[in-house]
């Protein structure tokens, strides 16, 4: 743990970051557009589609059943992927993953991949770039991200803060040459620079919404295409995702997708794409060859990293219940003022138990668990229900017994209370 | 003091609020009730709670059980210690009080139907509930407020875009307010502008929680609007019911 000095740094750091960002007219103004085009789509899609409401109830006990019963589902889906000759290996920590994903790729190698919100708790980009590969994120506003060397504002639009102006700017310089603020055209130029990339990839390194254990087909619910082609064309395509994307069925992870993609503000997304195996053919003497048009190698990686710890207690659990639709920080009180810097890497109230566990720690969530204001509203808008309130209420425990509740709030407590604390 | 009524004011009230808190004690001796306050009340240690401080609200608990349950029935102007009372008491903290617990508007509500408080005169105001979220998603006390509000005659209630269990946090919750004020502050004032979107023409803000009646007047100070930002003020049940009594 942390020094109670280094800790008080953390969180006066953090508080000018979000200071600076309250403060910043035009992220206020990228994010109540968001806001409000977000919430008029899942109405309209929920109207659309009434029974999805229903639908996220029964998911929400297939999540509950498939945590509890994850080893099995774990040695199911490894059975099934590797009986289809591709590689299974779960992984314990971050850098088992980095090392398994090291002795797939070689210095020179072009790596392509699509969104993965999971590849941030290896640091993979940079760690891909130290062993010489050169990296491309190709989902747009992931693009703009890496180009930006920011972080993501948004688990569905990491690139929501960044206007048409300063897409240009970034884009132009990646391309080398001036581009006007075109939307359009901006679209144009990175799909022409990307598609050579793809081509010439020799990885592909993709997440996943939902893995169906008794298959061990996972799931890529995407718009831009771009996942289509990270996973279709290089030679290798790797999945890198936590255990709690597995559920028992194929109809149990049709059910996730149709609940993500609603709650994720759409009617019915662009892509969804099933990937088992590498891709083979049996087309001449029924031999079955592996790697007909797409990869030939194909692996999955299923990531721990205080994932079982998580689902031993069960106010922690609710949390690997999300499903990354984001619609939480579109409802929230925090989030429209200071966008993803409300928020580690993982974001929102929801953020807080993902940082504590997954990628930052007890002294990067403790920051974001103090500034909720456990108001519950994101808990009505969620399609999986998850009590935000109460998961930080037990971080902030978790902090005053670590003795690193932030000292302005015991001091203005104290004054507000007349309690020493 | 047993059988009698309690009235637990909580720390923003006897603190910070003393014009509102009067206005409640006025309500009070209006209705003929027969109530007491204590002159050591302190804290009911829901923000020590909050705060991840559980031992120090269970020890709390556990020395102001002899002190309450000494009463027939509790009264609170303030959600969070009515929160904690009513639910963090039993699900948290393995405490259940014997007298019951109500909400200042809970009980000004039971003292209109019994015809003990009679609001008679017009309130020629444009108003906006607003529903704290300690009373309402977290201890689910949504109507009566409502029904208290329009038993007062002459009121113009505008109905804000999200309300009950959609509505828009004013940011005074969860310490916020304690942690990082001119965030709290912030939040109240998109909260008004871009979620609630009041008229231009409103005139009060009426809430049952002290934190938000505070933290929403912070936020008005930032108010674009200069005729809202001058003219818009927040109250409570309290003081919306001495205006009707015609004082
Ligand atoms: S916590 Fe709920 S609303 Fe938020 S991203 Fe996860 S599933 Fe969606």
Redesign the interface.
């Given at each position: 743990m942390v020094e109670k000095s280094e800790m008080e740094k953390i969180y006066m750091d953090y508080?000018r970051q979000?200071?600076k960002a309250?403060a910043d007219r035009f992220l206020r103004l990228a994010l109540?557009r968001a806001v409000e085009s977000y919430r008029r789509n899942t109405e309209t899609a929920l109207r659309l589609f009434p029974y999805t409401v229903e639908l996220a109830e029964k998911l929400r006990e297939i999540k509950e059943y498939s945590l509890l019963h994850v080893d099995e589902l774990i040695s199911q889906a490894r059975d099934m992927i590797e009986d289809l000759k591709g590689h299974f290996y779960l992984a314990k920590t971050p850098d088992d993953a980095m090392d398994y994903i090291g002795d797939l790729v070689k210095p020179g190698d072009i790596v392509v991949k699509s969104k993965s919100l999971t590849s941030e708790e290896l640091h993979m980009n940079p760690r891909l770039e130290e062993m010489g590969c050169e990296v491309y994120e190709t989902d747009l506003g992931e693009f703009l991200i890496q180009q930006l060397k920011s972080k993501p504002m948004h688990i569905l639009s990491p690139a929501i803060h960044v206007p048409r102006e300063k897409a240009a700017e970034v884009i132009s310089k990646a391309v080398g040459k001036e581009l006007p603020p075109d939307i359009p055209l901006l679209v144009g130029e990175v799909r022409k620079l990307l598609r050579g990339k793809f081509f010439e990839a020799k990885v592909g390194i993709s997440g996943a919404n939902v893995i169906a254990a008794e298959t061990g087909s996972v799931f890529i619910i995407e718009n831009e295409g771009n996942a289509r082609l990270v996973t279709g064309l290089p030679e290798k395509h790797i999945v890198i995702a936590g255990i709690e994307k597995l559920v028992p069925s194929l109809l149990d992870a049709m059910i996730a997708v149709e609940v993500t993609s609603r709650y994720a503000n759409y009617k019915a997304p662009a892509y969804v794409s099933m990937i088992s195996c590498p891709s083979k053919t049996g087309d001449i003497e029924k031999q079955t060859t592996y790697g007909a048009h797409g990869p030939k190698e194909y692996h999955v990686i299923l990531l721990d990293n205080g994932r079982k710890e998580m689902i031993k207690d069960p106010i922690y659990r609710q949390a690997l219940y999300c499903l990354r639709c984001g619609g939480c920080m579109y409802n929230c009180?925090?989030y429209?003022?200071?966008a993803g810097n409300f928020g580690y890497i993982y974001m929102g109230g929801i953020g807080v138990p993902l940082t504590r566990f997954l990628l930052g720690g007890l002294e990067r969530a403790a920051p974001i668990a103090?500034?909720?204001?456990?108001?519950?509203?994101c808990?009505?808008h969620c399609p999986m229900k998850i009590d935000v309130?109460k998961i930080?209420?037990k971080i902030?425990?978790?902090?005053?017994?670590a003795g690193i509740?932030?000292e302005?709030?015991?001091e203005?407590?104290g004054e507000?209370?007349?309690?020493k604390? | 003091m047993a059988g009698n009524v309690l009235l637990w004011l909580g720390?923003?009230y006897r603190?910070n609020l003393v014009a509102e808190k009067e206005s409640i004690l006025s309500v009070f001796r209006a209705a003929g009730v027969d109530f007491e306050t204590l002159d050591d009340e302190?804290?009911c240690?829901l923000?020590?709670f909050?705060?991840?401080?559980?031992d120090?609200a269970k020890e709390r608990a556990d020395e102001l059980e002899s002190v309450l349950s000494g009463y027939r029935m509790i009264v609170t102007p303030c959600p969070a210690c009515y929160r904690m009372f009513n639910q963090i008491y039993p699900e948290e903290l393995g405490k259940n009080l014997r007298p019951e617990v109500l909400h200042t508007s809970q009980f000004f509500l039971r003292l209109m139907k019994e015809g003990k408080l009679a609001p008679r005169k017009e309130v020629n105001m444009k108003i906006m509930y607003h529903d704290p979220?300690e009373l309402g998603?977290?201890s689910g006390v949504y109507d009566e407020p409502r029904e208290l509000i329009s038993l007062i005659p002459g009121l113009d209630l505008f109905k804000q875009r999200y309300e009950r269990?959609?509505?828009?946090?004013c940011?005074?919750?969860?310490?916020?307010s304690?942690?990082?004020?001119?965030?709290?502050a912030?939040?109240a004032t998109?909260?008004l502008e871009?979620e609630d979107r009041v008229p231009d023409d409103l005139e009060a803000i009426v809430t049952g929680c002290p934190q938000c009646i505070s933290n929403i007047r912070a936020g008005i100070r930032y108010l674009k609007n200069k005729q809202l930002r001058m003219n818009l003020k927040v109250i409570n049940m309290a003081q919306l019911i001495e205006m009707s009594l015609g004082r």
């Amino acid at each position: 743990m942390v020094e109670k000095s280094e800790m008080e740094k953390i969180y006066m750091d953090y508080l000018r970051q979000l200071s600076k960002a309250s403060a910043d007219r035009f992220l206020r103004l990228a994010l109540s557009r968001a806001v409000e085009s977000y919430r008029r789509n899942t109405e309209t899609a929920l109207r659309l589609f009434p029974y999805t409401v229903e639908l996220a109830e029964k998911l929400r006990e297939i999540k509950e059943y498939s945590l509890l019963h994850v080893d099995e589902l774990i040695s199911q889906a490894r059975d099934m992927i590797e009986d289809l000759k591709g590689h299974f290996y779960l992984a314990k920590t971050p850098d088992d993953a980095m090392d398994y994903i090291g002795d797939l790729v070689k210095p020179g190698d072009i790596v392509v991949k699509s969104k993965s919100l999971t590849s941030e708790e290896l640091h993979m980009n940079p760690r891909l770039e130290e062993m010489g590969c050169e990296v491309y994120e190709t989902d747009l506003g992931e693009f703009l991200i890496q180009q930006l060397k920011s972080k993501p504002m948004h688990i569905l639009s990491p690139a929501i803060h960044v206007p048409r102006e300063k897409a240009a700017e970034v884009i132009s310089k990646a391309v080398g040459k001036e581009l006007p603020p075109d939307i359009p055209l901006l679209v144009g130029e990175v799909r022409k620079l990307l598609r050579g990339k793809f081509f010439e990839a020799k990885v592909g390194i993709s997440g996943a919404n939902v893995i169906a254990a008794e298959t061990g087909s996972v799931f890529i619910i995407e718009n831009e295409g771009n996942a289509r082609l990270v996973t279709g064309l290089p030679e290798k395509h790797i999945v890198i995702a936590g255990i709690e994307k597995l559920v028992p069925s194929l109809l149990d992870a049709m059910i996730a997708v149709e609940v993500t993609s609603r709650y994720a503000n759409y009617k019915a997304p662009a892509y969804v794409s099933m990937i088992s195996c590498p891709s083979k053919t049996g087309d001449i003497e029924k031999q079955t060859t592996y790697g007909a048009h797409g990869p030939k190698e194909y692996h999955v990686i299923l990531l721990d990293n205080g994932r079982k710890e998580m689902i031993k207690d069960p106010i922690y659990r609710q949390a690997l219940y999300c499903l990354r639709c984001g619609g939480c920080m579109y409802n929230c009180t925090i989030y429209p003022l200071v966008a993803g810097n409300f928020g580690y890497i993982y974001m929102g109230g929801i953020g807080v138990p993902l940082t504590r566990f997954l990628l930052g720690g007890l002294e990067r969530a403790a920051p974001i668990a103090y500034t909720c204001t456990m108001c519950g509203r994101c808990v009505e808008h969620c399609p999986m229900k998850i009590d935000v309130p109460k998961i930080v209420q037990k971080i902030r425990e978790e902090a005053a017994k670590a003795g690193i509740m932030p000292e302005r709030l015991r001091e203005n407590l104290g004054e507000i209370t007349g309690v020493k604390i | 003091m047993a059988g009698n009524v309690l009235l637990w004011l909580g720390c923003v009230y006897r603190k910070n609020l003393v014009a509102e808190k009067e206005s409640i004690l006025s309500v009070f001796r209006a209705a003929g009730v027969d109530f007491e306050t204590l002159d050591d009340e302190g804290c009911c240690y829901l923000p020590i709670f909050l705060a991840g401080k559980t031992d120090m609200a269970k020890e709390r608990a556990d020395e102001l059980e002899s002190v309450l349950s000494g009463y027939r029935m509790i009264v609170t102007p303030c959600p969070a210690c009515y929160r904690m009372f009513n639910q963090i008491y039993p699900e948290e903290l393995g405490k259940n009080l014997r007298p019951e617990v109500l909400h200042t508007s809970q009980f000004f509500l039971r003292l209109m139907k019994e015809g003990k408080l009679a609001p008679r005169k017009e309130v020629n105001m444009k108003i906006m509930y607003h529903d704290p979220c300690e009373l309402g998603r977290h201890s689910g006390v949504y109507d009566e407020p409502r029904e208290l509000i329009s038993l007062i005659p002459g009121l113009d209630l505008f109905k804000q875009r999200y309300e009950r269990e959609k509505a828009i946090c004013c940011g005074g919750g969860g310490l916020l307010s304690a942690f990082f004020p001119s965030l709290a502050a912030k939040v109240a004032t998109r909260k008004l502008e871009e979620e609630d979107r009041v008229p231009d023409d409103l005139e009060a803000i009426v809430t049952g929680c002290p934190q938000c009646i505070s933290n929403i007047r912070a936020g008005i100070r930032y108010l674009k609007n200069k005729q809202l930002r001058m003219n818009l003020k927040v109250i409570n049940m309290a003081q919306l019911i001495e205006m009707s009594l015609g004082r």
